[in-house]
């Protein structure tokens, strides 16, 4: 009931539904105003990394032929596609990569990277580190 009771002090009506802010009430269904609304509060969305991967400990036990040139024991997440136009585009990430750290933390695996990602805000910069062709290398990633 306070629910209701909050409702009515603020809107003055009954009838639902009623959208409110800290400064703004709306009744009924506005669509106009409510994407005006949506608009205020959406925040900006970041870019994807833009990788299809496996952990490399997994992947690489069922394809050992790719792990030739990786040290024995290889823990990471094993790139194996690049989308166009993405993050891991832009940094130079390649097929056959294994991301080893994003920002100075593990990535172990797929899990661990995408926790780390989603911890990144848009215009964040950090830095990824891989083996590439047994070779440690490291690229910034820009979101």
């Given at each position: 009931m306070p629910a209701?009771?909050?409702?009515?002090?603020?809107?003055?009506?009954?009838?639902?539904?009623?959208v409110a802010t800290e400064d703004e009430v709306i009744l009924g269904f506005d669509q106009a105003?409510?994407?005006?609304l949506a608009e205020k509060y959406a925040k900006p969305k970041r870019p994807p990394l833009g990788i299809l991967a496996?952990?490399?400990?997994?992947?690489?036990a069922r394809h050992p032929e790719k792990a030739a040139n990786l040290p024995e024991g290889t823990k990471g997440v094993y790139v194996g596609k690049i989308r166009p136009t993405t993050?891991?585009?832009a940094a130079g990430l390649q097929p056959g990569d294994v991301?080893?750290?994003?920002a100075g933390k593990r990535t172990p695996t797929m899990s661990k990277l995408d926790a780390l990602i989603d911890t990144l805000q848009p215009?964040?910069?950090?830095?990824v580190r891989f083996?590439?062709?047994?070779?440690?290398?490291?690229?910034k990633l820009q979101f």
């Open positions: 209701a009771m909050e409702m009515i002090r603020r809107s003055g009506q009954q009838g639902v539904p009623v105003r409510l994407a005006k496996a952990d490399a400990s997994e992947y690489l993050v891991a585009e991301v080893t750290s994003v215009g964040d910069s950090v830095t083996l590439r062709d047994g070779s440690e290398a490291e690229s």
